[in-house]
């Protein structure tokens, strides 16, 4: 499923748009390290992190997208550089494992 | 042949948003080049823990890349504190991030061990109260 789709069913906030990819699979974490060196690309990545190195993140693993959870929503900053850098941002208000489960329910992964 | 490319960028110490920028622009110029993904990667990764360790760590400096059509050499040169004990710096999990920087998602102690595992060659020259200078070579 692609992330336009995704977003679609999900019913979750769309905060920024990018490359309309399918998400293949999906990442949950909110230290950079890890994340930068353990999810794949192609993933959503599934974080409550908020701040303006999300984006440099997500460009590094090329996720699909990120989904922030638990009503959190990204900072001016991590809106205009998810912006300019044409990354997804969608916001869940679920926690990161119901996120989770919901992406895992409708992509299949 | 082509001739090596070699790009520069400097590191701001008191600017979080701006890390991440000599990275990104080191990816895409790889990328342009037709460098396989696999190895773009390698290298974005190792490049960003080392541009976020100027910042945390060194108050900024150089970032240096040197591209080859086979491979990259990467310098991130910086004259801040040094690294007291450098095995004990290379060790997962250890860190000395404030909680400052923790609050950020960093601070995790896998900086210097991400840069190694993916870097083909890392040499650290360090000295306490002069600086450091991380080298990384990445074959393609």
């Avoid at chain 1, 309309?20 to 993933?43: M, P, Q, V």
């Avoid at chain 1, 044409?86 to 989770?100: M, P, S, T, Y």
């Avoid at chain 2, 100027?54 to 240096?64: D, F, M, N, Q, T």
Wanted: glycine share 10%.
């Amino acid at each position: 499923m692609t992330v336009s789709e995704f977003s679609k069913e999900s019913g979750y906030a769309v905060f920024t748009k990018g490359e309309d990819r399918e998400i293949e699979t999906g990442y949950c974490g909110d230290f950079l390290s890890n994340i930068i060196s353990r999810a794949t690309d192609a993933c959503a990545w599934l974080t409550v992190m908020n701040n303006v190195n999300v984006a440099a993140v997500a460009t590094l693993i090329d996720c699909a997208c990120i989904i922030l959870c638990e009503g959190v929503e990204p900072d001016e900053a991590l809106y205009a550089r998810a912006n300019s850098l044409g990354i997804w941002v969608l916001g869940a208000n679920e926690n990161v494992f119901e996120a989770a489960k919901t992406v895992a329910r409708l992509c299949g992964v | 042949m082509e001739d090596c490319i070699r790009l520069e960028y400097d590191v701001d110490g008191e600017n979080f948003a701006s890390a991440g920028h000599a990275s990104e622009s080191v990816k895409r110029t790889l990328k342009q080049m037709g460098v396989s993904p696999a190895s773009v990667r390698r290298v974005a990764i190792a490049m960003y823990e080392g541009e976020i360790n100027l910042v945390i760590h060194a108050h900024g400096g150089k970032a240096i890349a040197e591209i080859d059509p086979d491979r990259i050499d990467i310098y991130l040169k910086d004259t801040g504190p040094g690294i007291a004990d450098v095995d004990l710096a290379m060790r997962a999990g250890y860190s000395t991030a404030t909680e400052n920087i923790r609050s950020l998602g960093f601070g995790a102690g896998m900086g210097l061990p991400n840069m190694k595992k993916y870097s083909d060659d890392m040499k650290i020259d360090t000295a306490v109260g002069v600086g450091t200078t991380v080298f990384l070579r990445i074959c393609f």
